[in-house]
């Protein structure tokens, strides 16, 4: 089976949707049968959709369009883990059909020592109990922090997003490349090789630039923690679904064929809990 483990769906507002910027080929709703053609032809059977707001209603939104629609294997959303009722949010969450884990908007937090909140850190340790998984969405400098956060939670699942997002444009490997490593030495950690064409220059990015980054998180994570993720629709602000497909398979086609199975869709079934 083969699932993209990372795309986003909206209806767009710019009330909603701030991070948005005017003019970008963002602004503009993404439904479901959008994204269906894009699976056909690249043959991918299924996805995996992920919370773009901050918003308990988020849940309600993706759920909604999941059970509509059954290649929307699962839903990644949103709690406030910071909330008193973080723990009935995740139990609550985690009581619907296709609900698999949870995310925050950590790469967007003014605050540099957000993930060692006490607060934050409370909501983490109730995930676990649920079954339910953390995506890490964070840009590279905050990596350090991340290590520190898996370090502490041994026995909850956690699904870095976006490779946590080198400067690619500036070809830069150091120290994302050493954190990556050391992320990578914790089992409970999976990796998504997702979102690199948007941290490179938009115009102008090859496969070939690529190609050492993905080098360092098969390297660091092995190819039973790596997942195939587009981060569609974003990723059209650098290249159009079936481009970055091909890029994958190009980096993945030396390893075997159950490796391959597994970056391409088993390793998220596995990770996510799909066949529960």
């Keep these: 089976m083969r699932i993209d483990s990372h795309q986003h769906f909206w209806k767009y507002d710019s009330s909603q949707y701030g991070w948005i910027q005017p003019g970008s080929v963002l602004e503009r709703s993404y439904v479901p049968s959008d994204l269906l053609a894009e699976l056909v032809e690249s043959k991918i059977d299924g996805c995996i959709a992920v919370q773009a707001r901050q918003d308990l209603s988020e849940n309600e939104f993706l759920l909604g369009l999941a059970n509509e629609h059954s290649f ?3 839903v990644v959303g ?8 973080a723990s009935e949010q995740a139990s609550r969450f985690a009581g619907q059909d296709k609900a698999i884990g949870v995310r925050h908007v ?8 957000f993930m060692k909140r006490p ?3 409370r909501g983490i340790a109730a995930l676990e109990p649920l079954g339910l998984a953390y995506d890490i ?3 590279w400098h905050q990596l350090e922090d991340a290590i520190d956060l898996v370090k502490n939670f041994p026995n909850q699942n956690f699904v870095l997003d976006h490779i946590a997002k080198p400067a690619i444009a500036k070809g830069l490997m150091q120290p994302w490349h050493s954190h990556i490593n050391t992320l990578g030495s914790f089992p409970n950690v999976f990796c998504k090789v997702s979102g690199m064409v948007t941290e490179a220059d938009h115009q102008n990015w090859s496969a070939s630039q ?3 980054y993905f080098d360092t998180v098969l390297n660091a994570f092995g190819p039973s923690r790596l997942l195939f993720g587009s981060d569609w629709p974003v990723i059209r602000l650098a290249a159009e679904y079936k481009t970055f497909v091909g890029a994958i398979h190009e980096f993945i086609s030396p390893l075997s064929e159950s490796e391959i199975d597994g ?4 390793n998220a079934a596995r990770i996510y809990r799909l066949d529960r």
């Design 210 to 212: 690529l190609k050492p």
């Design 78 to 85: 949103w709690i406030d883990l910071q909330s008193a009722m």
């Design 72 to 74: 929307i294997q699962g």
């Design 119 to 121: 607060a934050f850190r």
């Design 263 to 266: 970056i391409m869709g088993l």
């Design 137 to 139: 969405l964070i840009y």
């Design 106 to 113: 950590v790469q967007d937090e003014p605050d540099a020592d």
